[in-house]
């Protein structure tokens, strides 16, 4: 049986985090495009070369590693500098992806892979998923929970918001969007009910056809 890949995404701070533990613990094979972004800022290699030479040394640490942080605060706000860093590391972390995916379905212990990527839409990564599900919460919760992760004042949280593909987009283009406002155990309730919808029932559906 094929295992259905879940493309996982949502707003800033909407608690996508908590779903994709909870899709861990169902029994999914959770890809953490973050982490697969890291393994190609390796210092000296080709993608770390292009990074240095678009934006120049001040990204980088003391060991040569990239500060992630300096390079967001740079590209922040300019679309212009968005839109290159884009084009530096979106293709290489595409493939990483792809691979990975590949890896998790040859491995065949897995009903679901779950791809947990904030930048889904705008990396094209949703090409990689069989269905997408968006993690979402009203904008006021958004700003206070932002707020509260990063310690960062009102508008500083209203201009990460903003610099994101707009939520209500996210949504109109979902498969199935879990709505974060309530109770861990309600999130946990909408999860396994897409969960029986999406993946349970898609394998019993394989299994009547063979």
């Not at 992760?149 to 109109?172: S, T």
């Not at 909408?190 to 919808?197: C, G």
């Amino acid at each position: 049986m094929e295992p259905v890949v879940i493309g996982l995404t949502g707003g800033i701070a909407c608690g996508k985090s908590t779903v994709a533990k909870i899709l861990k613990r169902l029994g999914a094979a959770v890809i953490d495009a973050d982490r697969e972004a890291k393994r190609l800022l390796t210092p000296h290699g080709p993608v770390w070369k292009k990074l240095v030479e678009q934006f120049g040394a001040e990204i980088l640490n003391p060991d040569q590693s990239i500060n992630r942080r300096r390079l967001g605060n740079m590209v922040f706000g300019n679309a212009q500098l968005l839109a290159k860093l884009n084009a530096i590391t979106h293709p290489g972390v595409m493939e990483l992806i792809a691979r990975k995916i590949q890896r998790y379905k040859e491995g065949g212990r897995w009903p679901a892979i779950v791809l947990d990527a904030p930048l889904l839409y705008e990396a094209g990564a949703d090409k990689l998923a069989d269905v997408v599900w968006v993690v979402a919460v009203d904008r006021k919760t958004q700003i206070d929970r932002l707020m509260k992760r990063d310690n960062i004042g009102y508008e500083q949280a209203l201009q990460r918001i903003e610099a994101q593909m707009p939520l209500e987009e996210k949504i109109a283009r979902a498969d199935a969007v879990i709505y974060n406002n309530g109770t861990r155990r309600q999130t946990r309730e909408t999860v396994l009910q897409l969960w029986q919808q999406y993946v349970e029932n898609s394998a019993g559906k394989d299994e009547n056809i063979n």
